[in-house]
């Protein structure tokens, strides 16, 4: 049975969908199969990945309102053992139906282990609007654990409480074995030192919740996804494939851990 992973942010513009991307070709790389699905009404993920001179008929949102069969969805990418989900068509008028029916809180997870998604990948992660309403909340409810994208800069830090306000909410209404395996520091720079500081002060409140690896800014990141590539096999020997692959490592080491915990 796969593992499923929301990758949240209360926050724009700090690399959620890369970070999405490129975590999903690591763990491809180390010969595990991965389905990225996308929520995002955006739909940058099916962009990012390489699909962008494809017709999206069928996505995500259909599977949060109405009956659809996974070969309706699930659409093969140019890298091996990677899928995606699109968040399909979206128009201001499907998000309003979504956002404004709470029953489809559960909708995305009963798809998914009702028609036996789950069961064909390893990992399974979910890409989440940088909003928090029932779309984002679906993906949650999904999910076995969540983890947090934030750039180490003051603006995106204390956007931080207002994400664990809302999954607190879902934990205690909603999914009471709802975890957050990490928060993932992304864009870093270790000659900035108001990110040194930002990250110092996320470690200290925070304390074992950031993930050790702290994914680089890293040009060839941004030249990867221009060209719809997961840095890892872009560049496979710069800074951000290297920290990639080493975050994939740092989860599967917490992972263990996670399970222990749950067990006892």
Same mark, same amino acid.
């Not at 404004?100 to 609007?129: A, E, F, Q």
């Not at 664990?164 to 864009?187: A, C, H, Q, T, W």
């Not at 200290?204 to 941004?222: M, S």
């Given at each position: 049975?796969?593992?499923?992973?929301?990758?949240?942010?209360?926050?724009?513009?700090?690399?959620?969908?890369?970070?999405?991307?490129?975590?999903?070709?690591?763990?491809?790389?180390?010969?595990?199969?991965?389905?990225?699905?996308?929520?995002?009404p955006?739909?940058?993920?099916?962009?990012?990945?390489?699909l962008?001179? %494809?017709?999206?008929? &069928?996505?995500?949102?259909? !599977?949060?309102?109405?009956? *659809?069969? /996974?070969?309706?969805?699930? $659409? %093969?990418?140019?890298? &091996?053992?990677?899928?995606? !989900?699109p968040?399909?068509? *979206?128009? /201001?008028?499907?998000?309003? $139906?979504?956002?404004?029916?709470?029953?489809n809180?559960?909708?995305?997870?009963?798809?998914?282990?009702?028609?036996?998604?789950?069961?064909?990948?390893?990992?399974?992660l979910?890409?989440?609007?940088?909003?928090?309403?029932?779309?984002?909340?679906?993906?949650?409810?999904?999910?076995?654990?969540?983890?947090?994208?934030?750039?180490?800069?003051?603006?995106?830090?204390?956007?931080?409480?207002?994400?664990?306000?809302?999954?607190?909410?879902?934990?205690?209404?909603?999914?009471p074995?709802?975890?957050?395996?990490?928060?993932?520091?992304?864009?870093?720079?270790?000659?900035?030192?108001?990110?040194?500081q930002?990250?110092?002060?996320?470690?200290?409140?925070y304390?074992?919740?950031?993930?050790?690896?702290?994914?680089?800014?890293?040009?060839?990141?941004?030249?990867?996804?221009?060209?719809?590539?997961?840095?890892?096999?872009?560049?496979?020997?710069?800074?951000?494939?290297?920290?990639?692959r080493?975050?994939?490592?740092?989860?599967?080491a917490?992972?263990?851990?996670?399970?222990?915990?749950?067990?006892?």
């Amino acid at each position: 049975m796969g593992k499923i992973y929301a990758i949240l942010s209360k926050k724009g513009g700090v690399g959620k969908t890369t970070v999405v991307i490129n975590l999903g070709a690591a763990f491809a790389e180390r010969g595990q199969k991965v389905l990225l699905v996308d929520v995002d009404p955006q739909n940058s993920l099916y962009l990012g990945i390489g699909l962008y001179k %494809e017709r999206i008929d &069928r996505g995500s949102f259909d !599977i949060l309102l109405k009956n *659809v069969k /996974p070969e309706e969805v699930i $659409r %093969e990418t140019p890298y &091996r053992n990677i899928e995606v !989900i699109p968040s399909g068509p *979206v128009t /201001p008028y499907l998000e309003w $139906r979504i956002s404004s029916v709470s029953k489809n809180l559960d909708r995305l997870k009963n798809w998914l282990d009702y028609t036996g998604v789950k069961d064909r990948y390893d990992y399974i992660l979910i890409d989440t609007p940088p909003t928090f309403n029932s779309i984002t909340g679906s993906a949650v409810v999904a999910s076995d654990a969540v983890m947090i994208t934030v750039q180490s800069e003051p603006l995106a830090y204390r956007t931080l409480p207002a994400v664990f306000v809302f999954l607190r909410d879902i934990k205690e209404k909603l999914k009471p074995s709802l975890r957050v395996l990490g928060i993932i520091i992304n864009m870093y720079d270790g000659r900035e030192e108001l990110m040194v500081q930002t990250a110092r002060v996320l470690e200290e409140k925070y304390k074992n919740i950031p993930f050790k690896t702290r994914i680089p800014k890293d040009l060839n990141i941004a030249e990867a996804l221009a060209y719809g590539k997961p840095v890892i096999f872009h560049e496979p020997g710069s800074a951000g494939a290297r920290a990639f692959r080493l975050l994939a490592k740092e989860i599967k080491a917490r992972e263990t851990v996670l399970e222990q915990v749950i067990k006892r």
